[in-house]
């Protein structure tokens, strides 16, 4: 601990003139003042680093603060780019499905108009129609009994 002692000088004596008389006290006053003065460096070094620090904390919460401003303006819009990708996606998917169907069906339309055979097998499965002097036997496959219930058994 540095203990400071403020003498107030005379008007008209000057800190050599004091240091002539004091001898060797001088030096001694002289090596306080380096210390204080060393003391000041170490105090302002420390405020410096302490605002370098402060300064340093700053900048890294100024950063994190803009990308977050940034990934809150590019998030919404990728989010609703996914969406619409996936529903893209959707749609495609739907589409083949119906163009499967309408070749099935432009292809059986076009049997039903040329090929005979087909429209005689259709006429006959389908519709339950026969040609005369034909007996028409349908075989059923055997449903499966159903198995009775706990609640039965009991």
Known sequence: MIMRAYVKLPTGISGRQ?????????????????????????????????WRRLNRILLVLLIIAIWLVIVSLFVPPYKKLMQSRAEIDNLQQQVSEQ??????????????????????T????????????????????????????????R
């Open 18 to 50: 004091i240091e002539e008389e004091l001898g060797d006290k001088a030096v001694y006053g002289t090596t306080i003042r380096q210390v204080d003065h060393t003391y000041g460096d170490f105090r302002a070094r420390r405020e410096a680093s302490v």
């Open 99 to 120: 163009q499967s169907l309408l070749a099935r069906q432009t292809r059986e339309v076009n049997l039903l108009k040329t090929d005979v055979t087909y429209l005689e």
């Open 122 to 153: 259709i006429a006959r499965d389908r519709l339950d129609l026969m040609k005369e002097g034909e007996t028409i036997f349908r075989l059923e496959t055997a449903r499966a009994k159903p198995k009775p219930s706990d609640s039965v058994r």
